[in-house]
């Protein structure tokens, strides 16, 4: 399953013409220039508006079947409310997209809110009917949640074929996402890896001030984005690594240094480690995660967790916050169900009004 360029086509944020129609003529330089560059791995779902139909234009129609190679996803989302809506996805992914058959399948998204819908319609035993009828060639899903719900289900259907992970330096020990926790797991289980998310949705493109000025004074003309996707790349047991590029400049900056990509440097790591740093020291709330207040903690609440995605949600939109909130928070209790018993506060090293800032924590919960 491996490819011949580590760097994969995501079409998520294609570039829009004025009515937020898709400029497919813009997609189609992007493919030519992804596919001469020795590209090969091209990344849409059912649930992106218009990116089916524009990968037909731009791709399906324009060059031979066997030269590039498809995944799309199947998604239980909130208005997916029966067995047969979730399993009519692939179909209609087949009519839009025109690519005959999909490389690469995925039950997407899944977190712990929405993965009993995954058994309970039965997909993990239709992605191996859609294999066995060659509908699809290999299956695998995405994922955003926590390391214990990955475990369980790479124990739970052993079959599948690849995990999709959101994974970059920013993330890498944040206790929303989890990135090199979840990374590690797949590969103890010897799963590759695609990797979402290595510029997380483009704000690694634009980091934090602080970031911006360590990669300066570095002062090599690489771009921001490069320092992200070179620091995923670079890990062992990829299949791919995604990147959502909306115009044609964002693709040719890609290619520049991942055509014929090489590794980061021990100085260009050291860089990176900086830089994690400095989002680990952007803390409007200067925990130092001891975790002294969870421990006795009569609701279970995950304070030092809550504080990180409170202090990470600087440039990030609120979406993301709300996601990391949610699965840090899965199962445990929540900013809201403090019950001000002063536990936490009288243990703390740091001697913070936690109370006080759970509640200011509870806006988190939307």
């Not at 979730?86 to 690519?99: D, H, M, P, Y």
């Not at 995923?232 to 990147?243: F, H, P």
């Not at 860089?271 to 020291?281: L, N, S």
């Not at 840090?328 to 703390?348: L, Y």
């Amino acid at each position: 399953m491996q490819q011949t360029l580590k760097l994969g086509f995501g079409l998520m944020r294609l570039p829009r013409l004025a009515d937020d129609t898709i400029d497919v003529e813009q997609v189609k330089v992007m493919v030519d220039r992804f596919i001469e560059a020795g590209g090969t791995y091209f990344d849409t779902a059912f649930m992106y508006p218009g990116s089916e139909e524009a990968m037909k234009k731009a791709l399906v129609e324009r060059y031979p079947r066997d030269s590039y190679t498809v995944a799309t996803k199947l998604m239980c989302s909130p208005d997916i409310d029966s067995e047969e809506k979730a399993k009519q996805e692939v179909l209609t992914s087949l009519e839009r997209s025109g690519a005959g058959y999909f490389d690469y399948y995925l039950l997407h998204a899944i977190q712990r809110s929405n993965v009993h819908k995954y058994e309970e319609y039965h997909l993990w035993d239709y992605v191996k009917e859609l294999k066995e009828k060659g509908i699809i060639r290999h299956y695998g899903f995405s994922f955003h949640a926590d390391p214990v719900l990955l475990e369980e289900l790479l124990q739970k259907h052993p079959d599948v074929e690849f995990v999709q992970l959101q994974m970059n330096y920013a993330d890498w020990e944040n206790p929303g996402v989890n990135s090199r926790l979840n990374y590690e797991i797949c590969r103890k289980y010897n799963k590759p890896v695609v990797v979402m998310e290595p510029v997380k949705g483009g704000i690694l493109a634009d980091p934090i001030p602080a970031a911006k000025a360590i990669f300066d004074r570095e002062n090599n003309g690489m771009s921001y984005a490069s320092w992200a996707l070179r620091f995923i790349a670079e890990k062992e047991g990829l299949l791919a690594v995604l990147s959502g590029m909306s115009s044609i400049a964002q693709m040719e900056d890609n290619l520049s240094f991942m055509k014929d990509f090489k590794p980061l440097t021990e100085h260009e790591e050291e860089v990176i480690k900086e830089v994690q740093a400095a989002y680990d020291a952007n803390k409007a709330i200067p925990c130092t995660a001891c975790h002294y207040c969870t421990k006795g903690c009569p609701m279970n609440i995950p304070i030092p967790e809550i504080f990180t995605v409170e202090n990470r949600k600087e440039g990030s939109p609120e979406f993301r916050t709300k996601r990391e909130y949610v699965i840090v928070t899965q199962d445990r209790g929540k900013a809201s169900d403090c019950i001000q018993c002063g536990q936490c506060e009288s243990v703390c090293p740091q001697h913070l009004p936690i109370i006080e800032l759970l509640q200011q924590c509870r806006a988190l919960e939307g």
